[in-house]
């Protein structure tokens, strides 16, 4: 079983910078791909960024392409996400995602997942 806990969640200005961090516990997720996804009120839970197993792939949604960028350490068993340029839009709950088995490519739908982190709360100001 796999525990996943999200950090790093917080108010920031319109334009400012946030790092989230979801560190694994129970076993490895080296070798799971893993994805980034975010719900805000009244809304469909959307992935935002997704990265394969080994880290050399990734993908971005339109709306944070060119703004976040997903990181992984699987020597930390921790997944990141660096949110530059962020807008009120951006506002919602943080969550992170891994598989439970290995497999290649990216994974951008919540059926794709298996484990879940509860989640970090994300609130930019205008």
């Known amino acids: 079983q796999v525990q996943l806990e999200e950090s790093g969640g917080g108010l920031v200005q319109a334009g400012g910078s946030l790092r989230v961090s979801c560190a694994a516990s129970g076993r490895t997720v080296s070798r799971y791909a893993m994805g980034w996804f975010r719900q805000a009120p009244g809304k469909e839970r959307e992935c935002v960024a997704a990265?394969?197993?080994?880290?050399?792939?990734?993908y971005y949604a339109d709306s944070v392409k060119g703004r976040f960028s997903i990181s992984r350490d699987n020597a930390k068993n921790t997944l990141y996400l660096q949110m530059n340029s962020l807008k009120p839009e951006d506002t919602a709950v943080y969550y992170c995602a891994a598989q439970g088995a290995t497999n290649w490519g990216l994974y951008v739908r919540k059926s794709d997942y298996d484990y879940w982190g509860q989640g970090t709360q994300v609130t930019v100001s205008s």
């Open positions: 990265i394969s197993w080994g880290g050399a792939s990734t």
